[in-house]
């Protein structure tokens, strides 16, 4: 199994890898990371490897926008997450096109891929990509659905395809999951059960994220609100412990109040405040558990008035409370 990225102007450059059939090696997980100047930019990717499942993760920065020859010699079921900056995928011939935005994550299947694929960024390009053995995938594929049939028959096929022609919102329930995957400090056999563990839920939240969206009518934003909706996001996630009314986002957005209600919980799935609060919930676990500070001490970092209050707000959300955690 390989797959290769070059550039028709630096060809002598080009990047291969090689691995072993389905992702099995001699040792229970594999690592290995690139890191350096690269004929795209510079930055890290890190690749994790073990029983039929690869986890790539890293951060680019671009020189510009930069079209690369991708090739792969084996079926994979990719759960891609486009963190920051913006990719568009093609294989010549075939109908399968993809296109992520940042904060955008959806599922695809190649049997072998010989295509390009665009990269554009104004900063940072962040990403994570889980590829998976198609058998291993079709394991905890749903069995019923349209959608998840489809998908199924085109994989027994050998036919690439998108879960959904729709991509969707990355939530913080899977931010945080996918901040567990890049920061997993264990090493050897517990981290590939770790990792396992993570990834099919994962694989979890999208696939529910996807049956939910089914289920309900399609609406569509136009695409100035959509970029407002991002602004919002963005303004939240760099002001997490500030305080802000709706109000005040909606004037921050130029947008009014109805339509930022009603477009944030369209392509995020939740409320302006709930988004808000599962960051500030993903961020406590981290501060208690990785960091090792008192309640009161991620009660003042978070900007709660008292522990009593975060306490409280813990509790709502893991139904545990921050003292039984640390215990």
């Known amino acids: 199994m390989k797959n290769r990225l070059s550039h028709k102007d ?11 059939n389905g992702f099995f090696g001699d040792s229970s997980l594999m690592e290995r990371q690139h890191a350096g100047k690269f004929f ?10 073990f029983n039929g499942i690869h986890i790539g993760f890293g951060n680019l920065a671009l020189k510009n926008t930069m079209q690369l020859d991708i090739e792969c010699d084996y079926q994979t079921v990719e759960m891609k997450f486009e963190l920051t900056g913006k990719s568009i995928s093609q294989e010549p011939g075939r109908q399968v096109y993809s296109e992520l935005l940042p904060n955008q994550h959806n599922i695809f299947y190649v049997n072998g891929f010989r295509g390009h694929t665009l990269w554009e960024c104004k900063r940072d390009m962040q990403v994570l990509e889980v590829n998976l053995m198609p058998e291993l995938f079709l394991k905890y594929l749903p069995e ?22 729709h991509n969707f919102s990355i939530t913080p329930a899977m931010l945080w999951l996918i901040h567990e995957i890049i920061t997993c400090s264990r090493s050897g056999f517990f981290k590939r059960v770790f990792l396992e563990a993570k990834v099919i839920e994962l694989l979890l939240l999208q696939l529910e994220q996807i049956c939910e969206a089914d289920a309900q009518p399609q609406r569509a934003l136009k695409k100035a609100d959509v970029e407002k909706m991002f602004h919002v996001k963005q303004i939240i ?5 500030s305080s802000y009314s709706l109000a005040d986002l909606a004037k921050a957005a130029r947008t009014n109040q109805f339509t930022l209600k009603k477009g944030f919980k369209e392509i995020f799935g939740t409320t302006v405040f709930g988004y808000w609060n599962d960051l500030k919930m993903a961020e406590a676990k981290t501060l208690l558990l990785e960091q090792k500070l008192s309640v009161s001490e991620v009660s003042v970092q978070l900007g709660y008035k008292n522990p009593q209050h975060f306490s409280t707000a813990f509790k709502r959300k893991f139904a545990i409370s921050p003292c039984q955690l640390k215990a």
Do not use: C, D, V
């Open 237 to 241: 996630e760099q002001n997490m412990n």
């Open 10 to 20: 630096f060809e002598e450059l080009a990047i291969e890898n090689h691995y072993p």
């Open 144 to 165: 019923s659905g349209q959608r998840f049939s489809e998908f199924h028959r085109k994989i027994r096929r050998g036919e690439t395809a998108l879960l959904s022609p």
């Open 40 to 49: 795209f930019g510079e930055g890290w990717y890190q690749e994790i490897y």
